[in-house]
């Protein structure tokens, strides 16, 4: 540890004896690093059985995401319903847990899930062709 030693005029001091050095302040991940956590993320939640088309629709909802920001001047982005972290749930990387909604909405959201949204919690469980989960229902 880098310590500087205080000058002692007079002899004596009435402070401490050193005076220690400042901590450097934690470092932050980069927009890079965001990136690749946010992708690494994406694909642990992507669906092993998931097809050509369900992938497909992702990117469809990412295109919409941009189109609406040209087209509006209001910046869109893809936002989770269930979020992919979460220290209680874990929501897919599937279409039917994605919405496109402004920006500032997502950021809003954040990390956040919203218990009280039972419908489209049914909605997202609810798989075609399911009888396990249409009896639930």
């Known amino acids: ?17 050193f ?8 470092m932050r991940h980069s927009t890079r690093m965001h990136g690749v956590w946010r992708r690494f993320y994406e694909r642990r939640a992507t669906p092993k059985c ?3 088309e369900d992938r497909k629709a992702v990117r469809a909802m990412y295109r919409e995401a941009r189109r609406l920001t040209r087209e509006t001047g209001i910046r869109h982005s ?3 319903i269930y979020p ?7 929501g897919l990387h599937i279409a039917r847990n994605m919405e496109v909604k402004p920006l500032i909405d997502n950021l809003r959201k954040g990390n ?3 218990e009280g949204e039972p419908d489209e919690q049914l909605e997202l469980a ?4 399911d009888s396990a989960a249409e009896s639930d229902r």
């Open 1 to 17: 540890m880098d310590q500087q030693v205080l000058d002692l005029d007079g002899g004596w001091h009435a402070g401490p004896l």
């Open 126 to 129: 609810l798989v075609p062709g």
């Open 112 to 114: 956040y899930w919203f």
């Open 78 to 80: 893809v936002d989770h």
């Open 84 to 90: 992919l972290v979460h220290h209680r749930i874990c």
């Open 50 to 52: 998931s097809t050509v």
């Open 19 to 26: 005076i220690a050095s400042k901590r450097r302040a934690p």
